[in-house]
């Protein structure tokens, strides 16, 4: 690296990642082939428009390098066709709206301050300004409610009904959301479809630990770099021809020019890391260690929201007086990262919030073991809970050391891949 400034910065942050506990829900830590892959030369190449079908020369071994990761996505979500280019998740919400719908359309999804994404209508996001959204509630006691979801998508009649979210810690019933529309379609001329962006439960999905939705909706949304551990960028996938051509043409030239095939190529590595069953053991102890650490901080009579998969939310307002702004500041002072979150009925503003997240995908990824996400929590309840904070940082700064002395250094994230 010539670059002495940037090379100073990337130091800076691997030391940074190196010394903390990285416990946002939506990060992990791609291995190093991933990383590798990234990097390639690959980036070098122009290649718009879809393998066998471009608009540049020189373009035979992007095709194969495309045409090997939509194999391995197909492969690894049970799924008849998969886009590969979207440069990110919101880009793969903005083509798969547009693939389905007409600006103008309506859209039915959770509330934002439920756990809903920018993309799922928020009045910043460009989806609110094309579209028409309602949104559905959790129910009283923060679980999805199905009986409302249908009664609210019998009322508003949306043409699409969205599921998958940023911060919803329980298992999403897909089957039953497809009961829910099939009865409401077998009544409606104008039907509804069914999209989930399964951005942060795509590892989970992978390795079969919970309904994977590509089995139920018309269309689904992923990132690849949060429980999936791969590069940063997203997919589309779907059982449906006809919305698969449709959602080439809508990544493809509507929303995006030439595809980083570097980062195709990444997305193929991790596919085929996800494929293998050390993948399924890694989501296993991530869905352990979230339970684990929720678990320890309900033990000590915080208020928590147990959790099905690899987040849970921490009522940091109620259960310390502080709010979640507050509880982010303390434990990023000690190197422990993790985002202030709205959390059901919150009363206080997106910028403060009464709710930590809390998610286990890059710290197990790391290493972290059940007893050390006990401990994490142990360290999280001491930090909100001191009312001597600023006294006793460096004891939970060394704290945090001790830990992550333990663990894997980001550069030696490496995974075996079982077929080779
Ligand atoms: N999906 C957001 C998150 O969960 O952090 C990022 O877009």
Redesign the pocket.
Known sequence: MKDKKIKELIEKELFRQNNGIEL????NYPSISVREAQGSIFTAKYAEGYPGRRYYGGCEIVDELENLAIDRAKKLFNVRFANVQPH???QANFAAYRSILTPGDKVLSLELNDGG???HGSPVSFSKDTYQFEHYPLGEDGHLDYPLIKKKLYEFEPNLLLAGY??YQYEIDFRQMREIIDEYNSSHQIKCYFMVDM??IAGIVAAKKCQNPCDYADIVTS?TH?TLRGPRGGIILTNDETIAKRVDKCVFPYAQGGPLEHIIAAKAVCFKEDATKSFAKYIECVLENTKACNDELKRRGAIVSGSDNHLFLLNVLDSFGINGKEAQNRLEAIGVTT?KNMIHGDKLKPALTSGL?IGFAPATTRGCTKEQAIEIGGLIYDVCSDQNFDQNKEKYISHVSDITKLWKKIDEVEFPLEDE
């Open positions: 946002i829900a939506s990060e990110s998740g919101s994404h920018l993309t940023s911060a951005a942060h990132t949060k985002n997240r």
